[in-house]
Every structure is written in C-alpha cells, then in structure tokens.
C-alpha cells in the first residue's frame, strides 16, 4: 500500500516510526511546510519524494492514503482534500477547530465511500483498551473519570522544543482526547458539558487554563483541567474511578490506584498507540470496512467541544 504523509513535525515522525514497524505499507512522499526540514525528515526515513505541495504528493504513482500530521487549522480542509482526490485518509487529532468544518468532513466521506479517520489515539492505546474490556465485560462501571492535561508552552514550541507555526489549542485540541474518550468509555454522549477558562495569552490569543466538567445520562463524571502554564510533568494522566477498583492510566501504561502497575503487553500487537491506530487505519482500507476512530464515529466528541465553547466564561 503506497501513502504519503503530510507534516514532517513531531507527529509526522511519530507516524514515520510507527510504520516502520508495519508490513506492506510504503511511504513514497513526505509533504511538509518547510523544504528545509521536509527533505532532512524525508532523507531520514528513505521517503523517495519529498514536497511542500499536498496535490503534488498525492499525485504520486499509485498513491492510496494519507496520513495528515499538519497544524490543525489544515485538518480539515486537507482531509477533504484527500477524499476528494480518491484517496483514503487519516487526520491527527482534532478533526477540525470548529463543528461546521468537521462536519464537513464527515459529509464528504460519506459521500465519497472512502476510509476516513481521525487519530484519537487513547482508543488505541493498551492501557485504554484493557479498561475498555473490562467494561465490556460487565467487570467495571465508571463513576468518575478524573483527567489533567498539562503543558508548559507560555511560547509557541512545538513537542520537540522547535517554533510553531501555528497556535495550539487547549478545547479543540487536548480536551478533544478526553471528550471522546469518556463517551467511548462510557458508550454515551453527554448531557452536561461546559467549562470555564483562565485569562487569554497576550500574544498567542488562547486561553492557558480551562477546566471542564461532563456527565453521561447514566450518571458517569468527568473531570477535566488543562493548563499550558504547568511547569512540572508534562502530559495527559487519567484516573479511572470505578464501582471496582481504581486506574491511572498514562500513555500506554497503567496502574492502580495504589500505583500497582498492571501488565498491558498482551492487550494488542505494539505498545505504541500511534502504531496501532496506524494498524487500524491500513487494516480498514485492506477490508473494505469502517475504522475505529472514523470520522463519524468521532463526530458526537466535537459536537460536545462544541457545547463547551459556548459555555466557556
């Protein structure tokens, strides 16, 4: 399977990685912002065509997918950019900054017929999946999911120390793991969701602080506070409250409440969330079928950041 990847950043290179773990799927062009970086990034993984044009890549020989790893405010736009050129496509997370834009989305996949998926990697992640199936085993309820995003970022770096070019998000893009997660977990879509934010940055224009509260029909919480201002560990940390014992759940790893860690190997074929989204992704072309994490599955979360903005004070 041939595909390019969009974004030569830090995620694009999470995903260059991941691949390289994956059987029968080729990177044949790297499309990035910079020429500079985008043919150092592009030589590094041995990515035969390197450009900083979207349309060139994907009309590369044989080309089916893309993966998009560029700033959000591209996501998505590019993505039905990809659909409308007949390629399958995987877009980072969020979908879109706003809910017109990832409806959009959706309505164009729909009506290409295409693969089309967004990368909410805590669906994939082992530590996420093995509370996942005890859920669905009947062996845990969650009462209350307690989650904080935290980030120092009081200038525009991206997660490798290097300047953005773009402006990070706290709702639409960091509280968007969270939201969807607690409706995955829970398999409902809330019926309370708002929040409130801290002073806006004088120069980024966002806010550095928000805190979030939400509630499922069945009476499930979640807690949610993220900051760009947290000078101390850096991250997103859930804390799994439930009928039946407690978990925190850190990237791919999990514990217990009493920091007991739980053995997540055997959950899934990798360790790596990124990968095993990425797994999906291909796995879902190869079968013809819908994804974990499609467009549409993903589309409830941003209504609810939807719901949330507008309460924002």
Not at 33 to 47: R, Y
């Amino acid at each position: 399977m041939k595909i390019v990847m969009a974004g030569q950043g830090a995620f694009g290179v999470k995903h260059l990685e991941a691949i390289q773990n994956i059987d029968g799927v080729e990177v044949v062009s790297l499309a990035g912002g910079s020429p500079e970086t985008t043919k150092q990034v592009a030589e590094k993984f041995g990515v035969p065509h390197w450009t900083t044009d979207l349309a060139e890549a994907l009309a590369q020989p044989g080309v089916e997918a893309a993966i998009l790893a560029t700033p959000t405010q591209m996501h998505a736009r590019q993505a039905i950019q990809c659909l409308e050129a007949g390629k399958h496509v995987q877009v980072e997370i969020p979908l879109a900054d706003n809910l017109a834009d990832a409806q959009a989305v959706v309505e164009t996949a729909k009506r290409t017929g295409l693969v089309a998926m967004c990368g909410h990697t805590r669906r994939f992640n082992p530590s996420h999946q093995w509370i996942r199936k005890r859920i669905a085993a009947g062996e845990l309820k969650i009462q209350q999911m307690d989650v904080q995003t935290y980030f120092f970022r009081r200038k525009n770096l991206n997660a490798l120390g290097q300047p953005r070019s773009w402006t990070d998000h706290l709702l639409w893009h960091h509280a968007a793991h969270t939201v969807d997660l607690f409706q995955y977990q829970t398999g409902e879509t809330c019926s309370v969701a708002r929040g409130v934010q801290g002073p806006m940055h004088p120069e980024l224009g966002i806010a550095m602080d928000m805190s979030i509260q939400m509630k499922v029909p069945s009476g499930a919480v979640c807690t949610l506070s993220l900051s760009f201002n947290n000078d101390g560990p850096l991250g997103t940390f859930f804390r799994y409250i439930c009928d039946n014992g407690t978990y925190i759940a850190r990237y791919d790893d999990l514990v217990d409440g009493k920091e007991t860690p739980i053995d997540v190997s055997k959950v899934d074929v990798s360790m790596n969330g990124i990968e095993l989204q990425d797994r999906e992704f291909f796995a879902a072309i190869a079968e013809g079928r819908e994804p974990n994490a499609s467009v549409a599955q993903v589309l409830p979360a941003y209504e609810t950041l939807d719901r949330i903005e507008k309460s924002l004070l």
